[in-house]
């Protein structure tokens, strides 16, 4: 067997990778973390199913995501938030597949400071 030092890269490529999957995994949970309240702040409101609410944490989840991958661009402040307001039109179009018609209205309205731009 060589030793390890023979491979520097190698064992650089390794730490790089295992650093990368972590972040990855804290970032997925910071997702969780921001779509569970989100999904509690509706509830109430909302009477959401146990379905439902898998699926609208998933939305949700989904939204934050894309959200965070706008904002970290490096586009106009204008270009950003005609982006923000696009991806929150198509999380709105999702819901609609989701909610009831009741429902969809009610988190049409409660979105507005629940979820602001």
């Known amino acids: 067997m060589k030793p ?4 520097p890269l190698l064992i650089l490529f390794m ?14 949970t910071m997702f969780d973390k921001k779509a569970n309240e ?7 409101d909302l009477g959401l ?3 439902q609410a898998t699926e609208f944490h998933k939305s949700i989840k989904t939204y934050l995501k ?3 991958e706008i904002n970290a ?3 106009s402040a204008a270009d950003k938030g005609k982006m923000l307001k696009d991806a ?7 819901m609609a597949d ?5 429902q969809l209205k009610m988190y049409k309205k409660l979105k507005k400071d629940l979820q602001p731009l």
């Open 66 to 68: 894309k959200r965070e």
């Open 88 to 94: 929150s039109d198509m999380e709105t179009q999702g």
């Open 73 to 75: 661009m490096s586009a």
């Open 15 to 28: 730490f790089v990778m295992l650093f990368t999957v972590t972040v990855q995994a804290q970032d997925d």
């Open 98 to 102: 989701i909610l009831d018609a009741k």
């Open 4 to 7: 390890l030092h023979k491979y």
């Open 38 to 44: 989100l999904v509690r702040a509706y509830q109430a």
């Open 49 to 51: 199913t146990i379905e």
